[in-house]
């Protein structure tokens, strides 16, 4: 459960984004629009975590079920509001026996999505929701990510289910030296994510690998302990019309 943990708290990066001052909403969709977010709401995702073994050189799936619950509204001003939401994980085979993982706060207006967990604050979305809109999602932190959106208001296929509209965003897309060459170093990154309309994020998946070749320590090669692969992928909601 630990090595989950660590995947989890990596996987609420996907919540990161930024942009500290307001923007018009004339044109594109306003933050509530690609995430409704009320009390009782729940939303469930498998999720796909990768492991690296045997001396980091093969790798080892394992999948979960994961579910963000609003369980309150803990503040409220004339324009945002502030919710406690619950994450809690559970194996593909056992339906009832869910375990609390962590706890975030989001806070909610038109124009932008807060998320507050472990004591750092990151923003999520920024409006307007549109294609070609850039901002810093780690704006309350020294380091940069770039996102942008794309594909605005276009229909998308999750698990064979249809979505009328939604929005992706890519954040990295990154490739050094050819991966398939197991002789040579590389490195892979890439974070993409997919909000549905009326829905919120559809699917995640962020990875980072890097591969050092065979060398005297080690004559088979190995992934670097840092890198890690999640996908997270919409299963449903119960407050999805």
């Given at each position: ?22 923007v018009e909403t004339l044109e594109g969709s306003d933050v509530f629009t690609y995430f409704p977010v009320a009390i ?186 840092k890198s890690f692969h999640i996908k997270i992928t919409f299963l449903k909601s119960n407050f999805r019309k």
């Amino acid at each position: 459960m630990n090595c989950l943990k660590t995947f989890i708290i990596i996987l609420l990066a996907y919540f990161q984004s930024g942009c500290t001052k307001s923007v018009e909403t004339l044109e594109g969709s306003d933050v509530f629009t690609y995430f409704p977010v009320a009390i009782g709401n729940a939303i469930t995702y498998s999720l796909d975590s990768t492991r690296y073994i045997q001396v980091g050189a093969e790798k080892e799936i394992r999948s979960y079920i994961i579910k963000d619950s609003v369980e309150t509204l803990t503040n409220e001003t004339a324009k945002s509001k502030t919710y406690r939401i619950a994450r809690l994980v559970r194996n593909e085979f056992d339906s009832t026996l869910w375990t609390r993982l962590s706890t975030y706060y989001i806070t909610i207006d038109s124009s932008r999505l807060e998320l507050m967990e472990s004591n750092k604050k990151y923003l999520q979305l920024v409006a307007p929701i549109k294609d070609g809109l850039k901002w810093n999602r780690n704006a309350y932190s020294t380091d940069s990510i770039l996102a942008s959106y794309s594909n605005t208001d276009q229909s998308d296929k999750v698990n064979n289910d249809i979505i009328p509209k939604s929005t992706t965003l890519l954040i990295r897309n990154d490739t050094i030296s050819d991966p398939k060459d197991k002789k040579r170093y590389s490195a892979v990154y890439h974070w993409k994510e997919i909000y549905g309309k009326n829905i919120g994020l559809l699917f995640m998946e962020r990875t980072e690998e890097i591969w050092q070749p065979p060398n005297a320590n080690c004559s088979t090669g190995y992934y670097e302990d840092k890198s890690f692969h999640i996908k997270i992928t919409f299963l449903k909601s119960n407050f999805r019309k």
